[in-house]
């Protein structure tokens, strides 16, 4: 399997098959990603939420960000990585965007970045970015960075305004260089607005199927994270409830004596070698 680049991406657009997009923050989790064959993979500041228990993605470090990075990428490296960009990593400046963006491409070897919202201010940090040889993934919708704005994890444009200001969100996150952009939480008409309109790789996370890809925080569609579940989740496996039935029966079994099983669960010494070692005890005292 060679790693996708975004040539493959449009490629893929113009042949009308999907992309495929799922989150990932660890090793173990990239690794089987990889082997299911997934185009793309974001490690979102969702692990704020998923790995580091905040209630919000703000408290996440650029450094929190570039160590799950590069986990990642050892576990995928054959497999197209986007970084995403914490809350003020890229707010700033144009500077510190680049400086932040250029991290992440020399810590973590990841291909591309993503950054929330689509104003002017966001618009000129993808430029500056771009400028310095840095893919760009735009996030538009639901961004949970500005959710004090929109007023929580709400879907959006769900009224005719709003759905047109999300098309002309998109259009400027193309126009300033992003290579692709995320739309998140948003009505089918709204994705399927904006991906006809796009000439560049629209991927949805809950934005319908007519996107030309389709993302999931993976922790929900394998039923790890069980504090809320959004609409647009499909759960495809129960995990969590796989592993607390492994938890909960490794508990019983050690507090009764059931586990380990001499014999089954342990190391063996040679005979001649246990007679000599409580041989050697005896002597000890």
């Keep these: 399997m060679s ?43 969702s692990l704020g939420m998923v790995c580091l228990g905040y209630d919000t993605t703000f408290p996440v470090t650029m450094d929190d ?59 000129n940090r993808i430029k500056a970015i771009t400028a310095a040889g840095i893919l760009v993934m735009g996030h538009i919708g639901l961004t949970p960075q500005f959710m004090g704005q929109i007023g929580g994890y709400k879907a959006q444009g769900r009224s005719a305004k709003a759905a047109l200001s999300l ?61 809320f579940t959004p609409k647009f989740v499909k759960k495809y496996a129960n995990v969590g409830e796989v592993m607390v039935k492994a938890f909960s029966d490794y508990v019983q079994e050690t507090r009764e004596g059931m586990f380990p099983i001499d014999g089954e669960h342990t190391y063996k010494m040679k005979d001649e070698e246990a007679v000599e070692f409580w041989s050697l005890l005896e002597k000890e005292g």
Aim: hydrophobic residues 45%.
């Design 65 to 123: 960000m570039i160590r799950h990075c590069q986990a990642v990428r050892r576990g995928a490296p054959n497999t197209f990585i986007v970084g995403d960009m914490p809350y003020m990593s890229y707010q700033a400046s144009d500077e510190l965007a680049v400086a932040n963006a250029g991290r992440f491409i020399k810590e973590s070897l990841v291909d591309a970045v993503k950054l929330e919202g689509a104003g002017p201010m966001i618009a």
């Design 167 to 227: 098309v002309k969100q998109a259009k400027l996150v193309e126009e300033s260089g992003a290579f692709s952009v995320l739309v998140e939480g948003v009505p089918s008409a709204v994705g399927k607005a904006i991906t006809e309109r796009a000439n560049f790789p629209v991927l949805g996370i809950g934005a319908g199927p007519y996107t030309h890809g389709q993302l999931l925080i993976y922790a929900d569609m394998v039923g790890l994270y069980d504090n």
């Design 3 to 45: 790693k996708k680049t975004v040539n493959d991406f449009n490629g893929m657009v113009e042949a009308k098959e999907k992309i495929v997009y799922l989150t990932a923050y660890d090793y173990l989790t990239a690794k089987m990603e990889e082997k299911a064959g997934v185009d793309m993979i974001l490690v979102g500041d």
